[in-house]
T-cell receptor, first 116, second 114 residues
Framework: AQTVTQSQPEMSVQEAETVTLSCTYD???????LFWYKQPPSRQMILVIR??????QNATENRFSVNFQKAAKSFSLKISDSQLGDTAMYFC?????????????FGTGTLLAVQP | EPEVTQTPSHQVTQMGQEVILRCVPI?????FYWYRQILGQKVEFLVS????????KSEIFDDQFSVERPDGSNFTLKIRSTKLEDSAMYFC????????????FGDGTRLSIL
């Protein structure tokens, strides 16, 4: 069974600085997808970024980028130029390729606080 | 941008009662999901639904739970004979066709069992 681990329960960063959130996962599959979702206090889960495991190039989305290390099964999220609106719980999630469904397996989350 | 909508935002129910949580997925999506998040814990998969039938369910999704798509727009989660431990945030999500499509989540329904 796949598992997702986020070892940092809480992190803090100053506004305009850069922060990296860690995520590791365990799977015996070769093809899969990885996601980062953001859950602000308003509680809606918002997709931040998506990575296909068969692509070596790291995904980027404006100030958000990932460092995908397939051999190490690591998928960290870097947030550049942090903004107050980035304050949220961040969840790393795994989706198996070609499974019965596209269910997501989530990590326990990292609570990020951006300080003014 | 299209959104997944969930109602109600908060539901308070006496233990033993039945509740129905409602979701309107994004209109051209064909895959629908329910997830649960107990306070302070991670988000857990409950069930996925495609082509008017359950495609996968977790061990949490026992006979107490059922899902239905009663019409072309709504997707519901019914919990019978609720227990205290059913108290949680319930999220509905939907996705389009194609492998690896991201899931779009609703705001969630906070279910409180008294």
């Amino acid at each position: 069974a796949q598992t997702v681990t986020q070892s940092q329960p809480e992190m803090s960063v100053q506004e305009a600085e850069t922060v990296t959130l860690s995520c590791t996962y365990d799977t015996s599959e070769n093809n899969y997808y990885l996601f980062w979702y953001k859950q602000p206090p308003s509680r809606q889960m918002i997709l931040v970024i998506r990575q296909e495991a068969y692509k070596q190039q790291n995904a980027t989305e404006n100030r958000f980028s990932v460092n995908f290390q397939k051999a190490a099964k690591s998928f960290s999220l870097k947030i550049s130029d942090s903004q107050l609106g980035d304050t949220a719980m961040y969840f790393c999630a795994f989706m198996n390729y070609g499974g019965a469904t596209n269910k997501l397996i989530f990590g326990t989350g990292t609570l990020l606080a951006v300080q003014p | 941008e299209p959104e997944v909508t969930q109602t109600p935002s908060h539901q308070v129910t006496q233990m033993g009662q039945e509740v129905i949580l409602r979701c309107v997925p994004i209109s051209n999506h064909l895959y629908f999901y329910w997830y649960r998040q107990i306070l302070g814990q991670k988000v857990e998969f409950l069930v996925s639904f495609y082509n008017n039938e359950i495609s996968e369910k977790s061990e949490i999704f026992d006979d107490q739970f059922s899902v239905e798509r009663p019409d072309g727009s709504n997707f519901t989660l019914k919990i019978r004979s609720t227990k205290l431990e059913d108290s949680a945030m319930y999220f509905c999500a939907s996705s389009g066709t194609g492998v690896g499509q991201p899931q779009h989540f609703g705001d969630g329904t906070r279910l409180s069992i008294l």
